[in-house]
């Protein structure tokens, strides 16, 4: 990490080679030392599943708790979501298509507590190359919503699926556009 003013190195962020296609995240503050951790993400290459491997902010010695998830999803990715646990800390949201049914999933891990799940989403399944969004706060109750959008066969139509933020089995809103088009791909937009 280098001082984006002066260029000077700040600190060096290591991990061991164990992960296939890592990508490096600015992860929660967990530790409330008012420096966002830094993680690792990817898959173990021994066994395939996801993990985040986070480390201290402020001191990259301190390597912190892992999260690790079964090698039950493919087209994966990490995503900073807001406090859905009202613990002062975003949480964090695995995003994934099953490989039993096909479904897109979001998993929702608590920024401090590595253990269980905050919260599971789930959208109808047959979504080619599907994308998780978040969405602006629709039905003003102060959470953002959460939307996974792709190519829907069964129907042929491109599709995005709005859920609720704060209750998974509520669908806010269902936005289709026919199959017209070669190279689509779905944008949020703000008002």
Known sequence: VKDGLQANNIATYAFPNLWDDPQYLSFSDANNDGIDDIALFGRISKNNKPQVKRVDG??????????TFPDNWQDISFHRLPDLNFDDQDDWG???????????????KSATDHTGVIRLYAWSGNMQNAQFYQLSDMNADGIREFGAGGYR???NR??????DGSDRNITLANYSWPNNWNE????????
Do not use: C, E, W
């Open 94 to 108: 695995l995003f994934g298509i099953r490989r039993d049914d096909g479904r897109p999933q979001l998993l929702i």
């Open 158 to 163: 491109h599709q995005l699926l709005v859920k």
């Open 184 to 191: 689509v791909s779905l944008h949020v937009l703000v008002d």
């Open 153 to 155: 066969g069964h129907s």
């Open 58 to 67: 402020s001191d990259p010695s301190n390597k912190m708790t892992a999260y």
